[in-house]
Structures are given as C-alpha cells and as structure tokens.
C-alpha cells in the first residue's frame, strides 16, 4: 500500500520555512547551472548558425581558420574559374578575395580586446545575405571606411556611426551600422579589402569566399582544390568552417561543469540536513505508518518522492531566477584566432528541462539517506520517541 501524494505535500507546506529556504539553495544552483549552459548554448549557436548552404571558405593549406592563412593574391584567379561556382548576372563568378587582421580596441569599460577586421569586396558583401544594414551605408574604397557591427557598436569606444578612430596607419571613419542576425559576423569590422592591403602592407588574401552551383559542385570543388599541389589550399564548407570554431565552448563547458559539480554537492547536502531534520521531528509519525501498515518501501518511496518534490520547487525557482539572462549580449576570447567573439545568451526549452532534471537529482541524492533512515526505523524506536 502507497503513502498517498496530499500527504508529502502537506509535510512540505508545514515545514514551509524549512521548505522555502531549501528551495532557494537549490533554485540558486539550478539558475547558475542554466546560466552555463545558456552561455555554452548561445556560443555554439553563434558559430552553428554562420554559414549558407552551398559556400565554401578558402584558405591556406594545414591552417586553421582565416586570420593565420596567407597566399598569393594570383591564386585567385586560378580558384574563381574552377567549374561549378556560381555566375551572377554578368557572367562573373560569385567568389570573393578577403584579407582579415587583428586589431586591438578598447571596449567601452576602459580595457582593451582584440576585434577581427575583414576586408573585403562588394561581392564579398553579396554573399552574406545575413548582413543587414541597420544605419549608415556600406563602406567605399580608397576613403578608409568601415562598417561595424551592431554589438561591437554598443561594446566598443569610438565605434558608433560617425565615429573616426585609428587602425594602422590611418584614421577610418564608421559610416554604417549592421546586424549579422547572431552570427559569428556580429564580432567583425567590415572594410574595403584594398585599403587594408595598403594600410597593412599586406599585398596577399588570407582567404577566399565563393558560392558552388549546388551540394555536389561544391564536393568537386573541395576535391579538385585539395588535389591541386601546386596551389598548396583547402576548401571547406562554410558552415562546416564555423562549427569547426566552436572549440571557443570548450573550457566554458568544462568550467560550468565544475562549478554545476561543487554547488550541485552543496545543494545536496542542504536537502540532506532538511530532510534529516524532517525525519528527527517525524519520528511518530514514521511509527504510526509502519503501524497502519505501510512497509518500509512505501515509507522509503514516500520520504524520496518529498525530497523530489522540494527539488522540484528549487528547479522552478532557478529556471524563473535564469530566464531574464536569455537574449543578453556577452563576449569571450576566440581562442582560435585569439579575438573576441560576440555572442548572446540562449536559454531554450532543452535548457530548463535539463535544469529541472539537474534539480531532481540533488533532490534524490540528497533525499536518499534520510529517506533510508525512515524507513529503517522499527516500531518501538519510533514509541520511545
């Protein structure tokens, strides 16, 4: 026979204090869980999202990502007449030579950070459909402008519309404002690809953006490129590219993981002492049950089920504590190209269902004992209390 529901609930709402606060040790470990994990999941987002179908990144072979690859500009020639890549309506193909440099900017608090500039052509532009200019216009070459992101706008100094500062060995004025719609474009400086080569003294491409026809042009495209030993590049699917970057997560999950670790073993020990305490000042009532005729299972499920429940209240005050942080803009280094990457926080239905199982558990484990304590205890333990 089970010891029915309305009697955990109202053990739970005549120990409301005990209940309340136990509640909020485990809410505040549940909400700092979710805010890991929205950190990891609006990081990962940013990179899984970059990218069209059917485009492809050239760079230097062996490279890892655009800003440590370099090659002769007549390459370029070479790579935008390969069959399968898309012509637009002037016969021309739809390929795109870019030059990319770090440059450091500080951020509106006062400290510095590396920032990605981005040189590149109106065709460059054309190819990422997800750069929607919000204010200004795009930039024009031989006049050192730049158009910047939306986030690095709002984050960094001297970066609104209108704005002059110095890159280099010139002074670049801010003549637009766009949004990447969460993209890893969001943390980059768009500019004429020319006027970086003069101002770097970079006569070179450090990698190459081209459109194929469709999904099977674009695998003969990567094969013939990485076939081709005299031109030493790799092609790879842009997409494919940008999930590559998401190793910048890595040591965000590994340090939401031990914190999720430390506090979940404190959760548990604060459900542990509530419920110890439960089973001390229960003591009759433990020794009525076994006396109706509740066997120890029944007991030992009942005690479980309570701590559950009290877990569950926690999980629900942290998703509530969390879900604020969803959509706020943060950054972090790119340790693949040493910048920084913009990005914002995601907190998803997956996210708070983890969270609430996250709860569970403390509540089972720290439950546990006490409950095994309760269910240990004989009739006449329970009478001489």
């Known amino acids: 026979m089970r010891i029915p529901l309305k009697y955990n609930l109202g053990s739970l709402w005549v120990r409301r204090v005990g209940t309340l606060m136990t509640a909020m040790g485990i809410g505040l470990t ?24 059917n485009h492809l990144i050239v760079i230097r072979e062996g490279s890892l990502n655009e800003i440590n690859s370099y090659f002769s500009r007549d390459l370029f020639n070479t790579i935008k007449l390969l069959p399968g890549i898309r012509q637009d ?28 500039v981005r040189g590149t052509t109106a065709m460059g532009l ?8 919000v204010s200004g216009r795009w930039f024009r070459r031989g006049l050192r402008e730049v158009v910047v992101s939306q986030s690095l706008s709002r984050r960094f100094q001297s970066m609104k519309l209108g704005d002059t500062y110095r890159m280099s060995r010139s002074e670049w004025k801010v003549v637009g404002v766009f949004d990447a719609g969460g993209t890893a474009y969001n943390s980059e400086i768009m500019t004429d690809v020319e006027d970086v080569a003069q ?12 459109e194929a026809l469709d999904g099977a042009a674009a695998q003969e495209i990567i094969r013939r490129v990485s076939e081709d030993r005299r031109i030493h590049l790799q092609a790879v699917s842009q997409k494919e590219y940008f999930k590559g970057q ?10 939401g993981g031990f914190i999720a670790i430390v506090m979940g073993v404190g959760s548990c020990f604060a459900a542990m002492n509530m419920m110890y305490a439960t089973v001390l000042s229960r003591t009759k009532e433990v020794g009525t049950l076994r006396a109706l005729g509740f066997s120890r299972w029944s007991i030992l499920s009942s005690f479980l089920l309570e701590s559950a429940l009290l877990a569950m209240i926690g999980g629900l005050v942290g998703c509530i504590l969390a879900l604020p942080l969803h959509g706020i803009s943060t ?22 269902v983890h969270g609430m199982i996250f709860a569970v558990i403390v509540g089972l484990v720290g439950g546990a004992l006490p409950a095994r304590r309760a269910s240990r205890m004989t009739l006449l333990e329970a009478l001489r209390t």
Do not use: C
């Not at 309506?89 to 990605?116: F, K, Q, W, Y």
């Not at 054309?126 to 200019?133: A, F, G, N, S, T």
């Not at 998401?246 to 340090?255: D, E, F, P």
């Open 331 to 352: 950054g972090t280094a790119n340790f693949t190209n040493f910048s920084e990457i913009l990005f914002n926080f995601r907190i998803t239905p997956r996210i708070l």
């Open 89 to 116: 309506s002037h016969g021309e193909p739809r390929a795109a030579g870019e030059l990319l440099v770090v440059i450091n900017h500080p951020r509106l608090t006062g400290e510095s950070s590396n920032v990605v």
């Open 126 to 133: 054309e190819l990422r459909p997800e750069l929607v200019l």
């Open 199 to 210: 101002d770097w003294d970079r006569p070179i491409y450090t990698s190459l953006l081209l």
């Open 30 to 53: 549940v909400a700092i869980y979710i805010t890991m994990q929205a950190l990891v999941s609006g990081l990962d987002a940013t990179f899984v999202e970059t990218g069209q179908p």
């Open 246 to 255: 998401a190793v910048s997560s890595v040591g965000i999950k590994a340090l």
